[in-house]
Every structure is written in structure tokens, then in C-alpha cells.
């Protein structure tokens, strides 16, 4: 490892791969969401378009199953970084599960959205939500029957990108947890660190498409790999 030494602002990237010891599937791993699903018919517009329907549906399995899921050891070891690091600190999700809140996270950030949460498509107000939609539930806001998930689909702008590379330009570290590397502007959040001089660690159950990238690489388990390196960071 090279200059670990005056480590003070940590953006850690979650992906699917922190849930996964929790029972949620994960995107592209045998069996994963969208080998049962086209993505072009559940996570587009289009898609959404096409047939309102499948895509409620889809996601309010998904929003059901959170309530039969709990946070692992990886989620907990980050909440713990969360609480005791002094410095700044950015867990960015590509997750839209709630499972770093639920294991006591603040500094988190839905860059994709989240499931517990809607979207008005008349008003465009945001609102908590943890019900179905498939039967068109009024908005909260604004009544219209015209909620969708409050998730990032391809083609549309993550959230809250300024934040995102202003944590970038200000980290000393960025490590990514999870993730196979595959979505963008997420998978190029490495080679931006890299380019303003950034340390680069990567905790992974295998090589992704962006381990190249990477300072460190370490393969394993999140639920194992996790507890450790929040170790090592809070011995510094
Ligand atoms: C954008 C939310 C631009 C919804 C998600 C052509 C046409 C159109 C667009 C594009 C195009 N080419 C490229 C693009 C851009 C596109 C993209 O990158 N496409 C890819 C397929 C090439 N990106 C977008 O469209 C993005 N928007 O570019 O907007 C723009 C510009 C201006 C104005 C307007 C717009 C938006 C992308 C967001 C899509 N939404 N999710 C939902 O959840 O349903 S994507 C979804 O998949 C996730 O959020 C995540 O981002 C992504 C990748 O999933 P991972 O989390 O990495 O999970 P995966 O299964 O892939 O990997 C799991 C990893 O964990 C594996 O490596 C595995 O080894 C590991 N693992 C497994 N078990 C464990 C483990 N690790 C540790 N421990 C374990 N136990």
C-alpha cells in the first residue's frame, strides 16, 4: 500500500455485493435480478412506459422483500466506521435497499434512488413510501395516482453527482465494496480518484471490470473483508 499515512476523508462505493450475505440478490451473479428480468423492461423508462405494470411489480417484490432481510456484518462494520471516524466520510450506494440506515449509517448517499422511496410523476415530489404501488395509491403530495420508484434507471441522472465528485476531489482514500463495476458514471468513480492522486482500494468476492484500477484489490467475502479493513482503519 502506498501512502496510507494522513488518511482523513474517506467515499466508500457500495454495490450490490455488500447486500448479497443479506439475502438480497444481486444484479448480475447467477440468478441475479436481471437474468429473470430484461433490464431494457424493468429499469428504463421505456421500459416503465411500455408496461407500468411489470415494472411496479418488479419493484415492489423487491421493496416487500427489505422487511425479510437484515443488515450483515459489512453493513454494521461501516456504520461503526460512520460513528467513530473523525474526518469526513461518504458512503455513495449504488444499493436502493435501506440496509446501511438499518445498520445505524448516516453519511449515506442513494446515488440510484431507493426503494423506500416515491416519486410523483405529476408533481415530482419525493415522499417516503414502504407500500405497493401496483394499484396506483394517490401521491401523498399532490393526490394524483402517478407515483413511481424513486430509482435511477438507465438513461437517467444519478443524484447528487456535485456531491459525489466534490468527495472525490476532497478524499484521501476511495474504496470501493461490492461492485462488479459494470454501470456508469459508478464504475468510472475509480479512474476519477485515481486521476486526482487518490489512494484506491477495492473490496470485492472476485476481479471486476475496474480491479485494474485499483491500488490495492482484495477478493472475499464483504462480511468478512469489511470488519477487517474497518479494523485496520480505526488502528491507524
Ligand atoms: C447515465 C437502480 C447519463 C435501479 C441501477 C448506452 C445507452 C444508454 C446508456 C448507456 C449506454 N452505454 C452506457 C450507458 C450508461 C449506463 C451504463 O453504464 N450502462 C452499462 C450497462 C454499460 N448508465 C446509465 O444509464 C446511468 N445514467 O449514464 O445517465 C445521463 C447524462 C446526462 C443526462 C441524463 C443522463 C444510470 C445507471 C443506473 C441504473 N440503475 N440501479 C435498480 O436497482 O433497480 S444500476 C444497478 O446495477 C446498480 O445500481 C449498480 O449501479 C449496477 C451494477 O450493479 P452492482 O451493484 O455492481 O451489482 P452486480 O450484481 O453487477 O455486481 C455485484 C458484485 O458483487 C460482483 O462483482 C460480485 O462479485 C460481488 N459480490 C457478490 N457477492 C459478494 C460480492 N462481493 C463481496 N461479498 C459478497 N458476498
Not at 447486500?19 to 424493468?42: K, M, N, P, Y
Not at 434512488?113 to 419525493?126: D, F, N, V, W, Y
Not at 394524483?144 to 456531491?163: I, S
Not at 468510472?188 to 476481479?207: C, I, S
Request: proline content about 6%.
Amino acid at each position: 500500500m502506498g501512502e496510507m499515512s494522513q488518511i482523513r476523508n474517506i467515499v466508500i462505493l457500495t454495490g450490490a455485493g455488500i447486500s448479497a450475505e443479506s439475502g438480497i440478490d444481486t444484479f448480475r451473479d447467477a440468478g441475479g435480478l436481471w437474468e429473470q428480468h430484461r433490464v431494457e423492461d424493468v429499469a428504463t423508462p421505456e421500459g416503465f412506459a411500455r408496461d407500468p405494470d411489470l415494472v411496479l411489480n418488479f419493484y415492489d417484490m423487491r421493496r416487500a422483500a427489505l422487511t425479510r432481510v437484515e443488515p450483515n456484518a459489512a453493513h454494521a462494520a461501516l456504520a461503526r466506521l460512520d460513528a467513530e471516524w473523525g474526518g469526513d466520510l461518504l458512503i455513495v450506494t449504488q444499493n436502493v435497499d435501506d440496509l446501511h440506515e438499518r445498520a445505524g449509517a448516516s453519511r449515506v448517499l442513494h446515488m440510484h434512488g431507493e426503494l423506500k422511496s416515491a416519486l410523483c410523476t405529476a408533481c415530482e415530489m419525493r415522499s417516503p413510501w414502504d407500500a405497493p404501488m401496483i394499484d396506483r395509491p394517490p401521491c401523498p403530495v399532490c393526490r394524483a395516482p402517478m407515483l413511481r420508484p424513486d430509482v435511477v434507471w438507465f438513461g437517467e441522472m444519478p443524484y447528487q453527482m456535485d456531491r459525489i465528485y466534490t468527495a472525490l476531489r476532497n478524499a484521501d482514500l476511495f474504496v470501493s465494496i461490492g461492485t462488479s463495476g459494470a454501470v456508469y458514471p459508478a464504475a468510472g468513480f475509480v479512474r476519477d480518484a485515481r486521476e486526482l492522486g487518490v489512494q484506491t482500494q477495492e473490496l470485492n468476492l472476485e476481479r471486476s471490470e475496474g480491479s485494474n484500477w485499483f491500488h490495492e484489490s482484495r477478493q472475499g467475502r464483504a462480511g468478512e473483508l469489511v470488519p477487517m479493513w474497518v479494523e485496520e482503519m480505526l488502528a491507524r
